[in-house]
Structures are given as structure tokens and as C-alpha cells.
């Protein structure tokens, strides 16, 4: 199984962009699924969490009140709402799976990634 992650595009600061994460080939289910992102020279950070169990999330510092997590799951999807872009917002955004929001490796079936641009 893998993730197919959509939605990523290019943006001015200020606005918002919503970002897809489609599980093929698997269900969420017991699972948690985790946003990253990678900017250039830079290394891939976690940045939202959320738990299919119970629906609890888990928000990096820098995107708290900014970014939201959410699932949908009957579309077995995780959706990543991001407001009030940033020049520092710009990566690759990528998700995969994990047993516990507060794992930092070992996540898996990892998508391509969609990359999201914000003018300057």
C-alpha cells in the first residue's frame, strides 16, 4: 500500500491550500497518520498527527492555529487544511502511517509528495 497526496500548488502568503492524502491499497484503520514536509537543504519534519482511533491530533509549534488535520474515514483520506500560508511553508508534503502520533521514525507507506510553493 502506499499514500497518493494531492492538492499542493502555488500560493501568496496569507492565503490557504488543502491538501489530500489517499490511502490505496490499505485501510486506516489502528493506524495514525502524520503529515511531513521537506524544504530544500533542509531534513523532513513532522508537522500533524492524527490518531484514526479517536480522532486526536497533534500540531507541530510553527503550524498550531494555522494548520488542520482531518480524515475522512469513508474516503479512507486525510486531508491537511492549511491557512495563512508562510514563506518558510514552502516543501514537499508527504504522509504515511504509524502505531503512535508520538513516533518520530519508522513511518511507512509514504506517498510521492505535493509540492507547495508560496510566492515572495
Known amino acids: 500500500g502506499q499514500f497518493v497526496e494531492s492538492g499542493g500548488g502555488l500560493v501568496q502568503p496569507g492565503e490557504s491550500l488543502r491538501l489530500s492524502c489517499a490511502a490505496s491499497?490499505?485501510?486506516?484503520?489502528?493506524?495514525?497518520v502524520r503529515w511531513f514536509r521537506q524544504a530544500p537543504g533542509k531534513e523532513r519534519e513532522g508537522i500533524s498527527c492524527?490518531?484514526?482511533?479517536?480522532?486526536?491530533?497533534y500540531d507541530r509549534d510553527s503550524v498550531k492555529g494555522r494548520f488542520t488535520i482531518s480524515i475522512d474515514n469513508a474516503k479512507n483520506t486525510v486531508y491537511l487544511q492549511m491557512n495563512s500560508m508562510k514563506p518558510e511553508d514552502p516543501a514537499v508534503y508527504s504522509c504515511?502511517?504509524?502505531?503512535?502520533?508520538?513516533?518520530?521514525?519508522?513511518?511507512?507507506?509514504w506517498g510521492q509528495g505535493t509540492q507547495v510553493t508560496v510566492s515572495t
Open positions: 491499497g490499505f485501510t486506516l484503520d489502528h493506524y495514525v
Open positions: 504515511a502511517v504509524h502505531f503512535g502520533c508520538d513516533n518520530e521514525r519508522g513511518y511507512d507507506y
Open positions: 492524527i490518531d484514526t482511533g479517536d480522532g486526536s491530533t
